[in-house]
C-alpha cells in the first residue's frame, strides 16, 4: 500500500534543505533582479525595497563557504562604503552551517543569538560577531531555509550600524507558496497581548481538530520519491490556515502537501484569554509501504 503520512516531530529552522518546490530545481539558482531600488527573485519570492542610497556592487566571492552563491550584494552610501548587506543562497543538502565557517575565519561570536521571521516567510536565526582583527568590525548573519538555505550577512564598523542595516533588511517581502502576502504584524501597546506568536510544532499539533491526508502525487510514486515537506504556516484567529511557506521539500511531494495542509483546522490559540495568529512549523511525510 502506498500512503502519506503526517510526521508531528519538529524540524530545526537551521536544516538544509531536502529539494525545493517544482519553481525551483536543487541544481540551478535565480539571482534576481534589481530595477531602481527593488530587488526581486522569482524563485524565492522574495521582493525587497531598499534604501535609495544603497548601490550594488560585483558579488564576488560569498562571505559563508564554497557552497553558497552570492545573489545580491549592496553598500551603502556609495561604492567605497565598508557597510555592505550580502545575500547568499545554497542548494546544496549538506552544506555546512554558516556559523561555524565564520567561526573559523576572522570572527568571533558577540552577543546572544536571536530569531526572526524574515519578510514573513523565512524562520531566521540571528547571530552576531566581531572581527578577531583591526581595524574593528561587527557581523550580523540571519540564516535560514527557503527552498535551499538563505544566508543574509550584514556588515558595518559598530553594532549601532549593523543594527540600522538589518532594520532594513527585515522590510524585505516573501510570497507565500500558499495563500497571499500580507504585511507583518504590526506593534501593540507595551503590556497588551501581541499579534501573532510562534509556537512549536507539538503546540500547534494540539490544537489540530480537522486534518485532511495528503493525496501521494503518482508521478512520485513512479519515481519512488519519499520524504517529508517542511512548511513554516501562519494561523489565524479562527484556525483558519492563512500562509504557508515551503522551507524545505522535493518538488513532486511540495504541492500535494500544500493543497492538504491549507484544509487544515485548528482550535484557537488564546494568550492571556485572547485568541492570537499563531507561526508554527508543519511537517508532512510522504513514504511508500
Known amino acids: 500500500m502506498r500512503q502519506a503520512i503526517v510526521c508531528c516531530g519538529l524540524l530545526l529552522a537551521t536544516l538544509p534543505s531536502a529539494g525545493a518546490q517544482s519553481r525551483f530545481s536543487s541544481t540551478e539558482f535565480?539571482?534576481?533582479?534589481?530595477?531602481?531600488?527593488?530587488?526581486?527573485?522569482?524563485?524565492?519570492?522574495?521582493?525587497?525595497?531598499?534604501?535609495?542610497?544603497?548601490?550594488?556592487?560585483?558579488?564576488?566571492?560569498?562571505?559563508?563557504?564554497d557552497d553558497y552563491h552570492v545573489i545580491l550584494r549592496l553598500v551603502r552610501g556609495g561604492t567605497q562604503s565598508p557597510d555592505f548587506v550580502e545575500f547568499d543562497y545554497s542548494t546544496s543538502t549538506d552544506s555546512t552551517n554558516p556559523?561555524?565557517?565564520?567561526?573559523?575565519?576572522?570572527?568571533?561570536?558577540?552577543?546572544?543569538?536571536?530569531?526572526?521571521?524574515?519578510?514573513?516567510?523565512?524562520?531566521?536565526?540571528?547571530?552576531?560577531?566581531?572581527?578577531?582583527?583591526?581595524?574593528?568590525?561587527?557581523?550580523?548573519?540571519?540564516y535560514g531555509p527557503r527552498h535551499g538555505n538563505i544566508g543574509v550577512v550584514v556588515v558595518a564598523e559598530s553594532p549601532s550600524q549593523v543594527q540600522e542595516l538589518v532594520r532594513a533588511v527585515l522590510q524585505m517581502k516573501v510570497q507565500p507558496d500558499w495563500g497571499s502576502e500580507e504585511e507583518p504584524p504590526s506593534s501593540t501597546v507595551p503590556g497588551s497581548p501581541p499579534l501573532r506568536v510562534r509556537v512549536s510544532q507539538g503546540v500547534s499539533q494540539a490544537?489540530?481538530?480537522?486534518?485532511?491526508?495528503?493525496?501521494?502525487?503518482?508521478?512520485?510514486?513512479?519515481?519512488?520519491?519519499?520524504?517529508?515537506?517542511?512548511?513554516?504556516?501562519?494561523?489565524?484567529?479562527?484556525?483558519?490556515?492563512?500562509?504557508?511557506?515551503v522551507m524545505s521539500g522535493q518538488p513532486p511531494l511540495t504541492q500535494a502537501a500544500l493543497d492538504a495542509v491549507s484544509q487544515w483546522r485548528y482550535s484557537p490559540y488564546l494568550l492571556q484569554g485572547n485568541a492570537v495568529e499563531v507561526e508554527t512549523q508543519i511537517t508532512v511525510s510522504f513514504a511508500l509501504h
Not at 576572522?106 to 578577531?132: C, F, M, Q, V
Open 30 to 65: 535565480e539571482q534576481g533582479s534589481v530595477s531602481g531600488n527593488v530587488y526581486t527573485n522569482p524563485a524565492l519570492g522574495i521582493t525587497w525595497e531598499f534604501p535609495k542610497d544603497w548601490v550594488t556592487v560585483s558579488k564576488g566571492v560569498s562571505e559563508l563557504g
Open 99 to 142: 556559523n561555524s565557517i565564520l567561526a573559523n575565519k576572522d570572527w568571533e561570536p558577540s552577543g546572544n543569538p536571536g530569531y526572526y521571521t524574515l519578510g514573513g516567510g523565512i524562520p531566521a536565526h540571528r547571530n552576531d560577531y566581531k572581527s578577531k582583527t583591526e581595524p574593528p568590525r561587527c557581523l550580523t548573519l540571519l
Open 207 to 245: 490544537l489540530l481538530k480537522h486534518k485532511v491526508q495528503p493525496i501521494y502525487p503518482e508521478s512520485a510514486r513512479e519515481q519512488h520519491i519519499e520524504g517529508s515537506v517542511v512548511m513554516l504556516a501562519h494561523i489565524s484567529t479562527q484556525g483558519l490556515i492563512k500562509n504557508l511557506f
